[in-house]
């Protein structure tokens, strides 16, 4: 799994570039952690325009990493999420959960505005 980040005004945006997250997805989980141990951002944006399909454990290490951000009191969102990713976390519920935005403009004048 290929991961990367920049950081734009004290928000760290995480790229996915794979496939799929599926059972590598801990990789992602330990990646979020290193970030927020780190760099200590005000929040999270997971850009995840590369993702074509994610199965139940990409889900779950989404939401661990979302956990673990809210522990911190980081925001943390989702965006650019391809058509059955989105059915995905609208199948689960978890689109109630986490914010999600159609592009990281979006999410990142989210955060700016104070969530």
């Known amino acids: 799994m290929g991961l990367s980040h920049q950081v734009k005004d004290n928000i760290c945006i995480v790229h996915v570039a794979d496939y799929s997250i599926g059972k590598d997805a801990v990789k992602l989980s330990s990646y979020i952690s290193m970030?927020?141990?780190?760099l200590s951002p005000k929040a999270i944006?997971?850009?995840l325009e590369k993702i074509e399909s994610i199965d139940?454990?990409?889900l779950s290490y989404?939401?661990?990493?979302?956990?673990?951000?809210?522990?911190q009191q980081?925001?943390?969102?989702?965006?650019?999420?391809?058509?059955?990713?989105?059915?995905?976390?609208?199948?689960?519920?978890?689109d109630k959960l986490v914010p999600i935005f159609e592009t990281e403009v979006d999410a990142l004048d989210f955060?700016?505005?104070?969530?």
Do not use: H, P, W, Y
């Open 111 to 115: 955060f700016q505005s104070g969530e």
């Open 35 to 38: 970030v927020l141990d780190q």
């Open 56 to 58: 139940s454990a990409g």
């Open 62 to 71: 989404i939401i661990i990493s979302f956990n673990a951000a809210k522990e």
């Open 74 to 94: 980081v925001g943390f969102a989702l965006c650019r999420l391809t058509r059955t990713v989105l059915e995905a976390f609208q199948f689960t519920g978890f």
């Open 45 to 47: 944006l997971m850009n």
